[in-house]
């Protein structure tokens, strides 16, 4: 998170439980077919993949909360501007972690080495390991996109500290872990969020998505 995320909001609040919070339910819609055989949205039957005769189904995709982690965050490394824009290191430097199934603490030597884009838009990429209380070691791999909306931009010209209304800001956490009990990690897909604690700890929302 570079110094404008670490920096983008005031807290937005510690969700007070596990559970199915937040990001709410998404649908994902049909691509209907007309009496005259041409797709709804303008296209041409023929380009449905199933053919014209057939619909794609709804889906019903919801957000569970499975997992939130304190990261502890050392002093901001300016590393510069290069070809894919201006990197900025955050290193990490501890934590903890409460789970479904699990809980323990952030291993001290990971990293989140940003890069915000010539277009204002910053890519998260951060990398670093949870050690469960039962020992087991969890590789943590959480990039992501973070920006300003309009509103945000405006506030950011003047000065002004960032709302959570006012940007965009959603990760795509994977896993690896060992055959076992928190393998479940690794067989499902999630989307994170990002809140700012203070100066130097980040609140991660790790939500598992499942549809029905």
């Known amino acids: 998170m570079s110094k404008t995320l670490s920096r983008r909001t005031a807290l937005m609040g510690m969700a007070s439980g596990i559970g199915s919070v937040g990001l709410g339910s998404l649908t994902l819609g049909s691509a209907g077919v007309n009496a005259a055989g041409q797709a709804s949205n303008g296209a041409q039957a023929s380009a449905l993949a199933w053919g014209a ?17 304190h990261v502890k965050l050392g002093e901001t490394e300016d ?6 824009g201006h990197r900025i290191n955050y290193p990490i430097v501890g934590g903890h972690f409460v789970g479904k199934g699990l809980k323990g603490e952030v291993v ?9 884009r010539n277009d204002g838009v910053t890519m998260i990429e951060a990398l670093y390991r949870l050690k ?12 992501g996109i ?3 909306n309009d509103v945000g931009l405006k506030k950011l010209k003047a000065g002004e500290p960032l709302l959570e209304q006012d940007f965009y800001c959603l990760t795509t956490p994977s896993f690896k872990t060992s055959p076992g009990k928190y393998n479940w990690l690794t067989q499902n897909i999630f989307i994170g969020t990002i809140d700012d604690l203070d100066e ?13």
């Open 53 to 69: 005769e057939k619909k794609l189904a709804h889906r019903n995709i919801d957000a569970e909360l499975v997992l939130q982690i």
């Open 146 to 148: 973070w920006r300003p």
């Open 108 to 116: 001290p030597g990971g990293a989140d080495m940003s890069v915000e």
């Open 200 to 212: 130097y700890g980040v609140l991660i929302g790790c939500y598992q998505m499942t549809q029905a």
């Open 132 to 143: 469960t209380d039962d020992g087991q070691i969890i590789i943590i791999h959480n990039p």
């Open 79 to 84: 590393m510069g501007k290069g070809a894919d």
